[in-house]
């Protein structure tokens, strides 16, 4: 090693999940939507003056932050954007997590948060979830720098009541607490209605999966505007303008197409409710996903070999080859064509090793 | 102040140029270029299948990675990206600056350079520019953690030669050493010719002056092989994706226009020539600027006055309440006709103010 080399910040990344080139696959392995972005999306791309390009973006976001203040019926001092939710929730971990003890998150969750933990130097310690992957909120009734959960859970799709979460937060008024909601979207209720009584608690969501725009990295944040303020200072001193103006038009124009919205989220969730039936007929085990993804079992077949049988006819779906949760796929709910192509797929390729 | 303050990372953070919302002014402050970026952007983006939107971009960034190896002779391992320069040297800031040594930077410079050291928490140290606001190579022969300066220097537009930047290189060998040339276009010399020599070098360009595109946020940096895995390390344990698609396609169409880029480049440093030489006439006192700006200061009247009295006109330029430099403005160069209601208003104002 080179003497240079000393002092550099060594870590071991997150591994996103594959971005297969081929074109001609099925791909449930990302939580992606499986419908384009609203029309008026499309719409404010077309019509945006490129001309413009050559000024720097509002650092302040405005018209984003103006249109999910309306949406969401908070303040604009209420709101935070970023670039994904994984900008906002590093900037949040940077900004809130900077206590000597441990931050708290499940055993079983979104890979990001050790991965922020370990960049940021953040002490933590992970809670078990119980047999069944719930949070048992009362297991949050210790002393922590912080704690940080996402509802419904990645990769359990498992949602916890509101009850629950208020429990964690009456719990833990001296710390913050970020309540990541992903997916709540897909039939779960936000904790945004709890702000009001909790000025500790920060919600985090995205526009990469109900709204179908993970290719533009729009991610955001509801909390008390102490709580926003601190979180824009620590942003302003990383990096003044991170939403570039295409961006900041193209969330503005998805948030005015709420029958777009809606329209994709039932058929989502009408795609998930028959698979899950069908998941059942075939032997699976899982519990009630409240995302867009189901995180599966099967008592016969090893979810490695099913996965890499399902990768060889080009259906990629997500393995973690990690403590409790190595026999278990995450699979995202596609198109009604597209998980059926899966579950054809699957009532053969179980028939045969029935058989064997 | 409420417990859960206590452990917040509270900061001061940069203040960018202000974004005038009226729409009839000259915009000469934030350094931004005055023509519209490359026809080949603008086509890029009526082109762009929208559709993909709903897909996450590709992490590695590969399009504007390559183009960006290809049009700069290096291998794609020597390429990082971000969201504009100020995202590339936050994350080099937090990758490679973590000794307990100080880090060193001239006292006069960029002026998110403390901001980064104060939010990570990086020790460091100002070494002072000479009184032509020049960097003396060999004031940075110190022990220290790292260090870091931007060529041509902002605010002041001062360029030092490729020797004095390797006699800084030579001296540190055990530190990185990042030569941030957002301006390097507007007439200097690149380090980059230097990277085979010094595996502890790090150059970091933009999108956003020469390229047009600061509303679309591309900064990007050549390094080592070692260099930038590690940097791209730390990249992925913050954010998998930072760079949106739409963000990808216009940057790579950007490197393929470059007739349009050497032709924008030059009618800028035309009329920085011409507004030299007048401003010459006019008394002011200034450096031989290889930038997109000018820093100039006037024996008779104060920079602060004349920085009020332009903004009364709808002229906005730059000032900065700083030791050593609160006497002077940074002047971005617009377009002839923009600067030349500049001159026909300074030389009305002088005028008046030398009959007093």
């Not at 900008?87 to 900077?98: E, K, S, W």
């Not at 069944?132 to 498992?158: H, K, L, M, Q, S």
């Not at 103006?245 to 969730?269: C, D, N």
């Amino acid at each position: 090693m080179k003497l240079w080399e000393a002092n550099i910040r060594k870590v071991v990344p997150y591994v996103p999940g594959e971005q297969p080139g081929e074109q001609r696959v099925i791909k449930l392995n990302t939580n992606e939507n499986p419908y384009p972005p609203a029309p008026g999306v499309v719409e404010s791309m077309y019509a945006f003056d490129t001309d413009r390009l050559r000024l720097y973006p509002d650092p302040e976001a405005g018209i984003l932050v103006r249109a999910l203040a309306k949406r969401y019926r908070v303040k604009p001092e209420q709101v935070f954007v970023g670039v994904g939710s994984d900008d906002v929730l590093a900037m949040a971990f940077l900004t809130f997590f900077n206590s000597d003890k441990p931050i708290l998150f499940p055993d079983i969750t979104y890979s990001f948060y050790d991965v922020w933990a370990e960049l940021f130097r953040i002490p933590y310690r992970t809670v078990p979830l119980d047999e069944r992957f719930r949070i048992c909120a009362g297991d949050y009734d210790i002393p922590n720098g912080g704690v940080v959960f996402a509802n419904p859970n990645a990769p359990t799709g498992e949602l916890e009541s509101l009850t629950d979460i208020e429990h964690i937060l009456r719990h833990n008024e001296d710390v913050i607490v970020i309540v990541d909601e992903a997916y709540i979207d897909f039939g779960g209720t936000s904790a945004l209605q709890l702000l009001g009584r909790y000025e500790n608690l920060l919600v985090v969501q995205t526009f990469s999966k109900s709204r179908s725009l993970a290719g533009m990295r729009i991610g955001y944040a509801f909390g008390s505007q102490t709580l926003i303020q601190y979180l824009n200072d620590v942003k302003y001193s990383f990096n003044s303008y991170t939403m570039n103006q295409v961006t900041l038009t193209a969330g503005a124009a998805a948030l005015e197409e709420e029958s777009y919205f809606k329209k994709t989220i039932h058929k989502i969730i009408a795609t998930r409710e028959r698979v899950k039936e069908e998941f059942q007929k075939l032997g699976f085990v899982f519990g009630d996903s409240r995302s867009n993804f189901l995180f599966v079992t099967h008592p016969n077949i090893h979810a490695k070999e099913l996965f890499e049988a399902l990768k060889k006819e080009h259906i990629y779906v997500r393995y973690f080859a990690k403590p409790r949760i190595d026999n278990y796929l995450r699979i995202t709910i596609g198109t009604d064509e597209e998980m059926d192509v899966l579950l054809d797929f699957l009532r053969v390729y179980l028939k045969n090793s029935d058989e064997k």
